[in-house]
């Protein structure tokens, strides 16, 4: 059943563990997700990336997203997200998403106040969520990490209305580069701001590195699944008369036990 973010992060913040954001970038991975939660019984946050429009446009998988969230018999955040562009996100929430997570990491800090405000008023008119990021995770287009500030964090949330924030703490987008969380720095940031935190970029890190993470306020984990590139790749070259229906399956297969995997670890179980 779709649900809102802030149940979903407030029930893991009970339960002191983590909650997994998927990017579903096609329908193949999105019934994968779902068919997962579901036979754990757990909520999962279901995300649209802007950061893909050009390859998946919203306007195509976004009304997908948001149909099958309904009707999976689990708890599911669709959720917008590095959203920049206030049309964009009137388009998601238009069509039933129920959280947005809006990126003016890149902007100075008044401009992402103004922006940030501006967000938060539309998805709040809209009933819906809102995860902002403060410092830049790096790994997108080659950009580069900066590292969050702590003073100047605490003076955006008292200006801009946030549910949950997403520091950069030494993750990456990247799966080439190494993260080295600043496992201090996230507590600090936890404490300071008593928001649930998220975790960008956190396919690349260790199991102990993001159970360590969840213990210190992490609470929305955004894992991005890369499953299934190997297992296709091996399947055409030793297979002469391949097909796509084959192909489709053996990668669904994979995605499926890496997301098993990834909300195993998070469940702090």
């Given at each position: 059943?779709?649900?809102?973010?802030?149940?979903?992060l407030?029930?893991?913040?009970?339960?002191?563990?983590?909650?997994?954001?998927?990017?579903?970038?096609?329908?193949?991975?999105?019934?994968a997700?779902?068919?997962?939660?579901?036979?754990?019984?757990?909520?999962?946050?279901?995300?649209?990336?802007?950061?893909?429009?050009?390859?998946?446009?919203?306007?195509?998988?976004?009304?997908?997203?948001?149909?099958?969230?309904?009707?999976?018999?689990?708890?599911?955040?669709?959720?917008?997200?590095?959203?920049?562009?206030?049309?964009?996100?009137?388009?998601?929430?238009?069509?039933?998403?129920?959280?947005?997570?809006?990126?003016?990491?890149?902007?100075?800090?008044?401009?992402?106040?103004?922006?940030?405000?501006?967000?938060?008023?539309?998805?709040?008119?809209?009933?819906?969520?809102?995860?902002?990021?403060?410092?830049?995770?790096?790994?997108?287009?080659?950009?580069?990490?900066?590292?969050?500030?702590?003073?100047?964090l605490?003076?955006?949330?008292?200006?801009?209305?946030?549910?949950?924030?997403a520091?950069?703490?030494?993750?990456?987008?990247?799966?080439?580069?190494?993260?080295?969380?600043?496992?201090?720095?996230?507590?600090?940031?936890?404490?300071?701001?008593?928001?649930?935190?998220?975790?960008?970029?956190?396919?690349?890190?260790?199991?102990?590195d993001?159970?360590?993470?969840?213990?210190?306020?992490?609470?929305?984990?955004?894992?991005?699944?890369?499953?299934?590139?190997?297992?296709?790749?091996?399947?055409?070259?030793?297979?002469?008369?391949?097909?796509?229906?084959?192909?489709?399956?053996?990668?669904?297969?994979?995605?499926?036990?890496?997301?098993?995997?990834?909300?195993?670890?998070?469940?702090?179980?």
């Amino acid at each position: 059943m779709i649900q809102k973010l802030n149940p979903i992060l407030k029930e893991a913040t009970r339960k002191n563990r983590g909650v997994c954001a998927f990017t579903a970038t096609n329908f193949e991975i999105l019934t994968a997700i779902i068919e997962v939660a579901e036979k754990r019984g757990e909520p999962v946050i279901i995300k649209h990336s802007a950061t893909f429009e050009e390859d998946v446009p919203l306007k195509n998988m976004g009304p997908v997203i948001v149909e099958l969230s309904k009707k999976a018999r689990v708890d599911i955040c669709p959720m917008l997200d590095h959203c920049k562009d206030t049309d964009y996100i009137k388009q998601g929430l238009k069509m039933g998403f129920t959280a947005v997570m809006y990126d003016g990491a890149g902007l100075p800090f008044e401009e992402n106040v103004k922006k940030g405000k501006e967000i938060v008023s539309l998805a709040k008119s809209a009933d819906a969520n809102i995860e902002a990021s403060f410092g830049l995770v790096g790994g997108h287009n080659g950009e580069k990490s900066v590292i969050t500030n702590v003073d100047e964090l605490v003076k955006y949330i008292k200006e801009v209305d946030i549910d949950a924030l997403a520091p950069s703490v030494g993750n990456t987008h990247s799966m080439t580069e190494h993260s080295e969380l600043d496992f201090n720095l996230l507590k600090e940031i936890s404490e300071k701001t008593n928001l649930p935190l998220v975790l960008h970029g956190a396919s690349n890190l260790s199991k102990s590195d993001l159970r360590k993470a969840i213990e210190c306020g992490v609470r929305k984990i955004n894992y991005f699944s890369r499953a299934g590139i190997n297992e296709v790749r091996e399947y055409i070259t030793s297979t002469p008369d391949y097909s796509f229906a084959a192909m489709t399956k053996i990668m669904v297969n994979a995605i499926k036990k890496d997301i098993d995997e990834a909300m195993d670890i998070v469940s702090m179980k």
